[in-house]
């Protein structure tokens, strides 16, 4: 909301967490997309538009929760653009009944899942947009100084995760993997391997601030080649130490402004050479951090050259 703030539109904000249900009831809503949260939430969002009449733009963030019939409504209250956008696998991960009933009616789609493209057009899009993730710049900006030690993991408590940090502990190499959801492994210290709750808000960029290195790993639930985290972590100054993808590979010299691995025993070998060498590693993550800047990947920075991308279009 900050970014479209910033590109000049007087932003009408719509919270859906103000109508969902919580607890037991919410988890089962989500996952059927359907009862008296999704509904309450559907009858406030057509109550908003019909009050307000029209707007210039009408931005759907993850649109999966919201009626067919309520999509038409937006759609024919947006004068200029009807945009929906999610930075997620939309049909691999999060597929929707409502979305698909009604993804035709969006003037644009944005996506950030490359692989996810031709499925959007298949499914009827008018027009697909591809954009990078990217970082919050007011989150990264001005992150207190702090002493740099050890590897830093962000990541839900997939298995996939959970092998990465045992094979950096196996080398009693220093990690810290803060994990979002559970695994078979407890929280606390397991060897040279500390497990914490998950970091949110502005503990999560200084989670990646205190890291000498960050590590860029990518899920295996759906093919992605770069995640947010793959510029979250050069932002933060730490040191990108990702799995090698040609996108990784495009965004960052390798060796220079961040380095990849492509196989386990390279990710250890790396790891370990960066923490025996921190000049080396503060160096390179230097570059990354600059590299990001330059690119303009910070949020408003991408969203300027998506908007740019439809206004070309539509010229």
């Known amino acids: 909301m900050l970014a479209l703030e910033r590109l000049g539109f007087k932003v009408t904000p719509f919270d859906i967490s103000a109508a969902q249900s919580r607890g037991v009831l919410g988890k089962i809503e989500y996952r059927l997309k359907a009862g008296p949260g999704i509904a309450r939430m559907n009858h406030r969002l057509s109550a908003l538009v019909e009050n307000a009449g029209c707007f210039d733009v009408i931005w759907v963030d993850k649109g999966r929760m919201v009626w067919s019939e309520v999509v ?4 024919r209250a947006a004068r200029r653009y009807f945009i929906h956008y999610t ?3 939309q049909f691999m991960l ?8 009604s993804l035709h009616q969006y003037d644009a789609v944005i996506t950030t899942k490359g692989y996810e493209i031709e499925e959007y057009r ?3 899009a008018q027009r697909v947009v591809y954009a990078t993730q990217s970082f919050l710049r007011e989150r990264f900006d001005d992150l207190p100084s702090s ?4 590897i830093a993991l962000i990541s839900r408590g997939e298995a996939h995760y959970q092998n990465t940090a045992l094979e950096l502990a196996a080398a009693q190499l220093p990690i810290r993997w803060h994990r979002a959801t559970k695994s078979r492994l407890s929280i606390g210290n397991h060897g040279s391997l500390e497990i914490t709750e998950g970091v949110w808000g ?5 989670a990646l601030a205190k890291a000498q290195i960050g590590l860029g790993v990518l899920t295996k639930l759906v093919p992605d080649t770069h995640t947010t985290r793959s510029f979250e972590i050069p932002a933060a100054g730490a040191m990108l130490l990702a799995e090698r993808t040609d996108e990784h590979r495009e965004f960052f010299r390798e060796g220079q402004e961040a380095d990849f691995f492509s196989s386990s025993a390279e990710m250890v070998d790396k790891a370990s050479f960066y923490l025996r060498n921190p000049e080396t590693a503060q160096r390179i993550a230097d570059a990354g951090r600059a590299r990001c800047h330059r690119d303009g990947r910070d949020d408003f920075s991408t969203l300027m050259r998506t908007w740019q991308a439809l206004l070309n279009r539509s010229s």
């Open 72 to 75: 038409d409504l937006l759609r």
């Open 87 to 89: 930075p997620d696998a």
């Open 94 to 101: 999060y597929e929707s009944r409502h979305f698909n009933a």
């Open 122 to 124: 298949r499914r009827g």
């Open 147 to 150: 002493a740099r030690s050890g």
């Open 202 to 206: 502005k503990d999560y960029p200084q």
